[in-house]
């Protein structure tokens, strides 16, 4: 096993940009449940990836993570479809840090951009992310695998970064 | 807040905002999945397409529990929906309503060739959960279409016979639901096709003009008898010349003369079965340059508004021979002048053309030979629906073919060729060939 993290830069770079992302948990009898994400940090040895949450909108996903950790997160970028699917076993919740309130603000913008590209209104992205900053709470987790999940044939292949 | 059905939230199964869908794998491993596609079944359960061999699908298999989430393209508001996977068709009514409007979405998504479904997974709702957050204000309904389909369906009980039955259709389905483009076509049985009887809107009226059974939108809702419905412009179900010559190049017999009428720019179709008393009648058809111009509550008033039809189409057609007088009227309407019209019958599949200029063929060319053949032998020009479904030339293919309406397909074609010949109905079960040229008969044998 080699200490390479999973992400690389150009795949760093995909995940915090105005891409959709949902995360998949699962509770004690193996019952999934999913929550949308608004926004993505990586950390600088891009071995640490955090989004960020609605308390509101994730009771069943935040109280999954609370008793397991494992989780899954799907960044897809709608005008190309370009589709990337994180997993992980150590996910942990936690407060916003210094810097989140505008990633957040930042990933708005850029969610906002990606859909009005491809000619959803500005209603679509705005109510999807809509939520008061207080509310956000930040999902960390060390991803171990990264599959491509674009729609074709070759969705579900692990990523040549994968471990 | 916990809803009790899938009905109340069918607008955020259309497709226009994708899925997510969180499975789990037996080890523990959480999954989620954007789906093109989930449709409703019934208010207790949803199908999701089947494309490709993955994850979601893996996982669904050995833990069939999946938490799906909705969203409405309107509202924005979020559905979250526990489901349990059932079983997997791959072949049937269900099938085939998810094949077509797929090939839609790819096409719409720039997935044509990349979407194709291997089967439709079928899973019940066990719990459906909105989520909390902010909405955007409902639109404004267009109209109640409850109140459209009463309306529609008192104004076809008021219809005497078929030709006013499916005009009337036409006009109320425009009336009331504002579809301007629609056929109605009546099913040959038989002869595993469609021929149109009536249309609105379109350049051509295309009466007489034919669709095999299991081919485009039309094809398929009569063969699988379930409603088709495609919200997008895609090639894949286009009931056009490339459809048609398909069918011809596979040796299926097809009226090749007359083209079917439709939209160049048709981005939205839906084709309901006209059925009674469990026999396919037909199909009513209604397509509009619009996207997603049809939904589920459309479909659910176009069934309905079918189904009046198809059993006023069943009353109608039995009361018309009842009713008619047994005795054939009165000759003696004396012969027009001029210069006789040509009317050659090829024996080989029975087409007439009229001076030269194809008329129609199959059972209504056989029915105006026989009118023409009688007419020239004895000056008769009254005839009864009864003597045609029993003169052994007419051919008809079963019992249960419906004469009527091949009167009203040949009728509207002689009208449309105005070529000095026209049939006009003389009374109930009744009708009058009125020549305005002398004619003459050519009979061609074989090639």
Known sequence: MTNDPVLDAELAAFCQSGVSITAGTRGAGLVPNATRALGCRVSADRRRVTVFILAAQSEGAMADIGANGAIAVVFSYPPTHRTVQLKAGDAVLGALEAGDAERIARYREAFRESLVGIGYGRGLPDTLLAGPLEDCVAVSFTPSAAFVQTPGPGAGKPLGGAR | ?447
């Open chain 2, 1 to 447: 807040m916990k809803l009790a059905s899938v009905d109340a939230i069918r607008a955020s199964l259309e497709g226009v905002i994708p899925a997510t869908m969180a499975t789990c794998a037996p080890d523990g491993t959480p999954n989620v999945a954007y789906l093109s596609q989930v449709e409703y079944v019934d208010p207790d359960h949803v199908a999701l397409s089947w494309q490709f061999f993955n994850k979601t699908r893996e996982n669904v298999l050995a833990n069939p529990v999946a938490r799906l989430t909705i969203v409405d393209p309107d509202t924005i508001a979020r559905h979250c929906l526990l489901l349990r996977y059932l079983r997997t068709e791959t072949a049937g009514p269900l099938f085939e309503r998810m094949k077509a409007k797929l090939a839609g979405i790819a096409s719409h998504s720039g997935m044509a060739g990349v979407f194709r479904l291997r089967g439709s997974d079928v899973y019940r709702v066990e719990e459906i959960l909105r989520l909390p957050g902010e909405v955007l204000p409902a639109p404004p309904a267009r109209r109640s279409l409850l109140a459209a389909v009463r309306a529609c369906v008192q104004r076809l009980s008021g219809a005497g016979d078929l030709q006013a039955l499916f005009e009337t259709a036409l006009e109320a389905v425009e009336a009331e639901f504002g579809i301007r483009h629609a056929l109605v076509l009546l099913a040959d049985a038989a002869g595993h096709r469609l021929y149109t009887v009536a249309s609105r809107g379109y350049p051509e009226s295309g009466v007489g003009s034919e669709i095999p059974f299991g081919r485009g939108i039309v094809g398929v809702a009569a063969r699988e008898r379930t409603p088709i419905r495609v919200g997008h412009a895609q090639a894949e179900y286009a009931y056009g010349r490339a459809m048609r010559e398909a069918a011809l190049r596979e040796g299926i017999a097809l009226e090749t003369e007359i083209p079917l009428p439709g939209l160049a720019d048709s981005r939205s179709q839906l084709a309901v079965p006209i059925e009674a008393f469990g026999r396919l009648l037909g199909v009513l058809f209604a397509d509009s340059a619009e996207d997603l111009r049809f939904g589920y509550d459309d479909e659910d008033a176009l069934v309905t508004v079918a189904g009046s039809l198809g059993t006023a189409i069943h009353v109608l057609q039995a009361t018309a021979e009842a009713d008619a007088a047994a005795e054939s009227g009165p000759a003696g309407v004396p012969a027009p002048g001029g210069t006789p019209v040509a009317v050659r019958h090829f024996a080989e599949n029975d087409s007439i053309f009229l001076d030269g200029e194809y008329l129609i063929k199959g059972v209504a060319g056989r029915i105006f030979h026989a009118l023409v053949a009688d007419f020239l032998a004895t000056g008769r020009t009254e005839f009864t629906n009864r003597e045609l479904r029993l003169d052994p030339r007419v051919k008809l293919p079963e019992i249960g073919d419906n004469l009527e309406a091949r009167l009203i397909l040949l009728s509207r074609r002689l009208a449309e060729r105005d070529a000095g010949a026209r049939l006009e109905k003389s009374g109930r079960g009744r009708l009058r060939l009125v020549l305005t040229r002398p004619l003459r008969l050519v009979e061609v044998k074989g090639e």
